[in-house]
């Protein structure tokens, strides 16, 4: 999932999509920050109850929609259809599938990002400061879909944009494309054979080329601050 929308986020960016291509960067985010979690965590216990939320969820909304119903045979038959046929597709039986109403686990994000990284909370900082994106804070509503008007009269008030495109900056692509090459890189460190070495060697030239072309992007834009004050990787 990650690599897939990782590309897609490029594909956002190149067609000026750069809200969408925000929105992807913070669900790439969260899923880079649950895989690798799990994958630190190495408890088989914990992949279960990642795969089986899904089905017990679907179950749970199921549920309502009968609940909501108030009575429609239809609508009972079809959700009880549709709750059996996916928990007979997760191959649990109905009895092990609890309706799901919570979090997947009982850990925060951010207990998880510093589980994974310690008091290195770079990742979760970018989960952070994407949430105002998430919940449409004020900035991103004037960044994607306001323009401010060019008379001084107006003292800086906005009004509707009707160009439907927007550039987000690369900064996404940047990121999505670095957090991909780490991601695969985590799995492909537990695959001890032979094989993977020739990838691995790839993969770590390829999060260093990236990191060191937004560092070139970083000091374009910002010729003020010296390329060491951005060099930690």
């Excluded at 509707?160 to 999505?176: H, I, M, Q, V």
């Amino acid at each position: 999932r990650i690599s897939n929308l990782s590309l897609d986020v490029v594909e956002l960016e190149k067609t000026h999509k750069g809200e969408i291509a925000e929105l992807v960067l913070r669900t790439i985010l969260e899923s880079f920050i649950v895989g690798s979690w799990l994958l630190k965590k190495k408890d088989i216990e914990l992949f279960n109850r990642y795969r089986d939320y899904s089905t017990g969820r679907k179950k749970f909304m199921g549920e309502k929609i009968i609940e909501r119903a108030k009575g429609d045979i239809n609508v009972r038959e079809e959700m009880e259809k549709m709750i059996s046929e996916t928990i007979k597709e997760s191959g649990k039986r109905e009895g092990d599938i609890a309706s799901e109403r919570g979090d997947i686990f009982d850990i925060t994000i951010a207990k998880m990002a510093e589980e994974i990284w310690g008091q290195d909370l770079d990742f979760y900082f970018l989960y952070k400061r994407t949430s105002e994106v998430t919940h449409g804070h004020w900035k991103v509503m004037a960044k994607y879909h306001l323009a401010k008007s060019l008379n001084p009269m107006h003292n800086g008030l906005y009004c509707y944009n009707e160009n439907p495109n927007r550039f987000a900056g690369l900064l996404p692509t940047f990121l999505c494309l670095r957090i991909c090459a780490m991601f695969l890189l985590t799995i492909i460190n537990e695959i001890d054979i032979d094989e993977t070495k020739e990838v691995k060697a790839k993969f770590d030239d390829f999060e260093k080329r990236i990191f060191e072309a937004y560092q070139e992007y970083f000091n374009i834009l910002h010729p003020e601050i010296k390329s060491s004050d951005s060099d930690s990787r």
